[in-house]
C-alpha cells in the first residue's frame, strides 16, 4: 500500500483540524504552501507578525498527523510480537507514563506505546483550556512546555520507524517522504529549540544525513 493509498484508506487516529479556528487554518495554508517551495529552513520560520503560540499550536497538530499516517503504513508490521517493546536500536529503550494514569514508567511493547502516546496527545489537542479553538482565547503559560513534551514524545516513534521498520519504509517506497517529514519535523523542533539534543542521540547519524541535503 502507498501513503497516498493510506492517506485515504486509513490513519492510525482520525486526521486532526487546524486549532484557533479561521486563525490556524490560514496558518495551516501558509505551512503547506511554503512546504511545497522545497525549503523546508524557510517553511519553519514563525511568518512575520504571528504569534509565536498559534504557529507552534497549527505545526504539532500537523506533525501529531503526520506521525498518524506514517505510522499507520506499519501497523501491520509493527505488532506486540515484533516489537515486544518501545526500542530505537538496542540502546534506546522507552518506557510509558503518562504522569496520571500511568504514574511509573512501565515497559510496554511499540504498538502499546504508540496508542498510549496518540491517546494522550489526542486528549490534550480536544482540550481547549490547552489548545484553544476560538481566536483570542489565550495559550496556557506553561504552552510551549506542553509541546515540548508533546514532539519530544513523537520523536520516539519517528526514531523506532527507522530504527526497526526502515526496510518495509523502503520496500514500501516511502523512504524519500519518510525522510522529508523527519527532515521538516527536526528542522522545526531545532529552529525553536523544543527537543534537547541529547534526546535525539538514537538517529543522530540520520539527523545528520538529511539536513546535508
Known amino acids: 500500500m502507498t501513503l497516498n493509498e493510506c492517506r485515504n484508506q486509513k490513519?492510525?487516529?482520525?486526521?486532526?483540524?487546524?486549532?484557533?479556528?479561521?486563525?490556524?487554518?490560514?496558518?495551516?495554508?501558509?505551512?503547506?504552501?511554503?512546504?511545497?517551495?522545497?525549503?523546508?529552513?524557510?517553511?519553519?520560520?514563525?511568518?512575520?507578525?504571528?504569534?509565536?503560540?498559534?504557529?507552534?499550536?497549527?505545526?504539532?497538530?500537523?506533525?501529531?498527523?503526520?506521525?498518524?499516517?506514517?505510522?499507520?503504513?506499519?501497523?501491520?508490521?509493527?505488532?506486540?510480537?515484533?516489537?515486544?517493546?518501545?526500542?530505537?536500536?538496542?540502546?534506546y529503550e522507552y518506557r510509558w507514563a503518562d504522569g496520571v494514569i500511568i504514574k511509573k514508567p512501565i515497559v510496554v511493547s511499540a504498538p502499546q506505546y504508540v496508542e498510549y502516546l496518540m491517546d494522550w496527545i489526542e486528549a490534550q489537542l480536544d482540550?481547549?483550556?490547552?489548545?484553544?479553538?476560538?481566536l483570542g482565547v489565550p495559550f496556557p503559560p506553561n504552552f510551549k512546555d506542553v509541546v515540548k513534551t508533546i514532539l519530544k514524545r513523537l520523536f520516539?516513534?519517528?526514531?523506532?520507524i527507522y530504527h526497526s521498520h526502515f526496510q518495509k519504509v523502503v520496500s514500501l517506497k516511502e523512504e524519500a517522504h519518510l525522510n522529508t517529514c523527519f527532515k521538516h519535523f527536526v528542522l522545526f523542533t531545532m529552529e525553536f529549540g523544543l527537543i534537547e539534543k541529547v534526546e535525539l542521540a538514537p538517529v543522530e547519524e540520520i539527523i545528520e544525513s538529511i539536513l546535508q541535503r
Not at 18 to 32: M, R, T, W
Not at 35 to 47: D, I, T, W, Y
Not at 127 to 134: G, T
Not at 156 to 160: I, K, Q, S
Open 156 to 160: 520516539r516513534v519517528y526514531a523506532h
Open 127 to 134: 482540550d481547549e483550556a490547552i489548545f484553544p479553538q476560538k
Open 11 to 91: 490513519t492510525f487516529r482520525p486526521k486532526k483540524g487546524s486549532p484557533s479556528g479561521s486563525k490556524g487554518v490560514q496558518l495551516k495554508k501558509h505551512i503547506d504552501a511554503t512546504l511545497g517551495s522545497g525549503n523546508l529552513r524557510e517553511a519553519v520560520k514563525l511568518p512575520t507578525g504571528e504569534d509565536l503560540n498559534e504557529w507552534l499550536a497549527v505545526n504539532t497538530v500537523d506533525f501529531f498527523n503526520q506521525v498518524n499516517i506514517l505510522y499507520g503504513t506499519l501497523t501491520e508490521f509493527c505488532t506486540s510480537s515484533t516489537c515486544p517493546t518501545m526500542m530505537a536500536g538496542p540502546k
